[in-house]
């Protein structure tokens, strides 16, 4: 879903999810891209960004497996252990 029109918006998006919660894993994909834009998400906290359109899904597809086994990381040096349903 497209949630907002304006490219910056992207950057206050970024910011205020990382104010709520720090250790969340925000990943941008957009189709506004320039290296300054990139800069600015990756300065308010975004951990990968993918303009569209992909030129490789995989890269995607592994963008966010690394970001589950980051969280999945965190959680178990927190001591919360797996995640629930997990073998």
Do not use: W
Not at 9 to 14: E, N, Q, R, T
Not at 19 to 34: D, G, Q
Not at 39 to 64: H, M, R, S, T
């Amino acid at each position: 879903a497209r949630l907002f029109r304006s490219g910056r918006d992207g950057v206050k998006l970024v910011t205020r999810i990382k104010e709520m919660n720090p250790v969340c894993n925000v990943m941008i994909m957009t189709a506004y891209s320039n290296m300054s834009y990139l800069l600015d998400c990756f300065a308010a906290g975004a951990c990968d960004y993918f303009a569209k359109p992909f030129q490789d899904i995989d890269l995607v597809v592994e963008a966010v497996k690394g970001s589950i086994e980051r969280v999945h990381r965190l959680r178990m040096g927190m001591g919360f252990g797996d995640f629930p349903g997990t073998p």
